[in-house]
């Protein structure tokens, strides 16, 4: 397992420097000039080429490319033209909302559907299956922006019982947070914020996994082993839980890792809904100002957390199913 | 219960399929008994319901399946009981119920073997957790004995290393290797009945051949009643005292495997025998059976089998025999389902016109031509 886990590792590694390398080739072939946004409409030739000279773009791409790959490799994905930061400092200041809300939204997502999931196939075609299966197919099928949208509408703007901006994280300071005197309305409050933007993220996820869980528990329960543990009489709940539920999960892992990468599309959209200064944002800030080192800075930082949970997946996949690691000699 | 009862005793059994293309009549009112430490065969093609006979008894048939019909009795205990009542079927009262048949009986007093041990085991528990939590169940020991049984039954059917081979998973293990293991678990359990159904087919011959030998020994050592479901009439020999010869849904002829074998009294079970490849034939002396068993959605009128039959006559298209007793036996007298026996049908038998070959062909032809994909 351990030996398994290094090797997946490794193998990580060519796969972050080819998403470094399409990252910049693409942010390079974005139209545009950042340099006029700089200056503004009419700028000033010698100006301009100050500029190109200070940050390198008169060079041709491939030193571009080489140095930019030495700078990543170092921890120094540039400076952000539109923040006047370094691109490290604003995503290291964002990146914690974002990956709350995706923590979060997960956790209600799986905390749901596997349940919903698990009944449903119990209960086939009986009235519990139907109304899960039809909950998970509106789940799909509706847009997150609109489900954020509606929750707006009627828990912030009609009853007025949840906040509809921003986000406070649970460890910040009382000090720091309007309205909070102690540690406790801090997690209260953050909860609050937290509530709306999950459901509206997590809505998707949950109803992709509710589907996924059903079909792959029926298939499971129809197993011979399945068969033969009834055969053996041990009782229908052990059965569920523990002859079938262990198998079912691996493709409900899959499902969720890739769930991830739409997450982080679903994230962009929810941190607009919600005016939450995350990743999502930031990323739609950069393309808009073709700040192109955040640009590149931010994407990377996608590519980097999908690359995670497909790891994380295979992993989960090797601790489950003993197949996998079969023939790795420990 | 007195001594001359028998260990399991099945009556007029009834399991059909609901399907969309009608019902599937995979066990129709078959009839047979099992006697303490005794080998009984169910023989007969894919699709004669064998396997749906074997899960009847322990009540393991599933959704779009049910027994309709007919009584199971174990031991004086009621596995399966229907009475008419009202008009209507209906489950007697003393029939046990789902919880009393998986804690009294599955396992604990009838254990079974499946056909396929790839697909029996499950991939994400060791072996020897999975033989252990049956030993547990089953036997109500504490988890250290029942894991100390569970060695000592793997060492016994023939696991080498069973200690350290006890945390393998079964990917780790040969068909073979876990065939013994799906015995080991059978047995392990201490049952007085253990059903296997074609526990040998997925193997290949030389560990058939073992796996036969190794069931031979422990069933001397334990004296352990089997019901040995399988389609290999060799197998029937080698293993069996009594058999029972299935043909769509019905139990054709039964009868000890000397009288089977050496005083056939169904034509089918003579198709059987003169089909099975032998040392002394090449192929193109082989004899096999004409053309493939019909669906039992919609089962041939009269004698099922008369349109593969060469000896049917004109009665066996309209008279459906059930089986009777047609000579003496050892114990139990040799039964069969054939009108050939003139003494005990009194159908006409040998007076009715023979069926052309061209004739019982195109009937056959009707009869296949429309199956759906229901199998048994």
């Known amino acids: ?330 | 219960m007195n001594g001359t009862d028998p260990l399991l005793e099945v009556r007029d059994l009834k399991t059909q399929f609901f399907t969309a293309e009608g019902t599937v009549r995979a066990v129709d009112g078959i009839s047979f008994t099992v006697e303490e430490g005794e080998i009984v065969g169910i023989v007969g093609e894919s699709g004669a319901g064998k396997s749906v006979a074997a899960s009847s008894i322990l009540r393991l048939i599933e959704n779009p399946g049910e027994i309709v019909g007919g009584e199971v009795r174990y031991r004086g205990e009621t596995l399966v009981g229907f009475e008419q009542r009202d008009g209507e079927l209906r489950e007697r009262d003393d029939m046990l119920s789902n919880e009393a048949v998986r804690k009294r009986i599955r396992g604990r007093e009838i254990a079974i073997i499946f056909q396929d041990p790839m697909e029996s085991l499950n991939p994400v528990f060791t072996v020897g957790g999975q033989l252990r939590e049956f030993i547990e169940i089953n036997r109500d020991l504490p988890e250290s004995e029942a894991r100390e049984e569970a060695v000592d039954m793997l060492r016994e059917v023939g696991i080498p290393e069973p200690v350290k081979r006890f945390d393998d998973y079964p990917h780790q293990f040969s068909g073979g290797m876990r065939q013994r293991v799906l015995i080991a678990m059978a047995l392990a359990c201490e049952p007085s009945l253990i059903i296997a159904d074609e526990p040998t087919t997925a193997l290949d011959v030389t560990v058939e051949g073992q796996i036969l030998d190794l069931v031979e020994d422990l069933q001397q050592k334990y004296g352990t009643s089997f019901i040995w479901v399988t389609h290999d009439m060799g197998v029937v020999a080698e293993i069996c005292d009594r058999v029972n010869v299935m043909y769509l849904g019905e139990i054709v002829e039964q009868a000890s495997v000397d009288d089977l074998f050496h005083e056939t009294k169904h034509p089918y079970t003579a198709a059987l025998l003169d089909s099975m490849p032998r040392p002394d034939e090449t192929v193109e002396e082989l004899n096999p059976i004409e053309g493939v068993m019909p669906e039992a959605i919609n089962p041939p009128s009269g004698c099922r089998f008369h349109p593969r039959c060469p000896d049917a006559r004109e009665v066996c298209v309209n008279v459906h025999p059930e089986n009777r007793a047609v000579a003496e036996g050892e114990i139990h007298p040799h039964r069969a389902a054939c009108l050939q026996h003139e003494e005990v049908f009194r159908a006409g038998y040998w007076g009715s016109q023979p069926l052309d070959d061209a004739e019982r062909a195109q009937r056959h032809r009707e009869l296949t031509a429309d199956g759906g994909g229901a199998d048994e």
Not at chain 1, 48 to 60: M, V
Request: hydrophobic share 50%; charged share 15%; no cysteine.
């Open chain 1, 1 to 330: 397992m351990l030996r398994y886990t290094v090797r997946r590792l490794l193998q990580a590694i060519p796969v972050l420097l080819g998403i470094v390398t399409i990252t910049f080739l693409l942010t390079d072939a974005i139209p545009g000039d950042p340099v006029s946004i700089m200056l503004g409409p009419s700028p000033n030739a010698e100006q301009a080429a100050a500029i190109r000279a200070k940050y390198g773009l008169d060079r041709p791409l491939y030193v571009r490319y080489l140095n930019y790959v030495a700078d990543v490799v170092q921890g120094d994905l540039g400076h952000s033209l539109y923040y006047g930061v370094p691109v490290t400092q604003k995503i290291a200041e964002r990146m914690p909302v974002t990956l709350l809300l995706l923590v979060s939204s997960f956790t209600f997502a799986i905390l749901t559907a596997v349940p919903l999931g698990v009944i449903s196939a119990k209960r086939r075609n009986q009235p519990t299956d139907h109304v899960s299966r039809v909950v998970a197919l509106i789940g799909v099928s509706t847009p997150s922006f609109w489900i954020g949208l509606l929750l707006i509408i009627v828990f912030s703007f009609h009853l007025n019982l949840l906040p509809a901006t921003n986000l406070i994280m649970p460890w910040a300071d009382p000090v720091n947070v309007d309205g909070a005197g102690s540690r406790l309305d801090v997690l209260v409050m953050a909860g609050e914020h937290l509530l709306m933007p999950t459901i509206t993220l997590g809505t998707l996820q949950m109803a992709a996994i509710t589907r996924i869980e059903r079909s792959a528990m029926l298939e499971v329960l129809s197993e011979e082993y399945v068969k033969l543990a009834r055969a053996y009489g041990v009782p229908e709940g052990t059965i569920l839980r523990k002859h079938a539920f262990r198998n079912a999960q691996l493709p409900v892992i899959t499902v969720v890792g890739l769930q991830l990468t739409a997450a982080l599309g679903g994230a962009v959209l929810t941190e607009t809904v919600f005016s939450i200064n995350g990743m999502g944002r930031l990323i739609i800030t950069a393309i808009n100002n073709q700040d192109y080192e955040l640009v590149m800075g931010t994407t990377l930082f996608f590519g980097l957390t999908f690359v995670i949970g497909v790891i994380l997946t295979d992993l989960s996949y090797a601790y489950i199913d003993p197949r996998v690691t079969y023939g790795e000699r420990e």
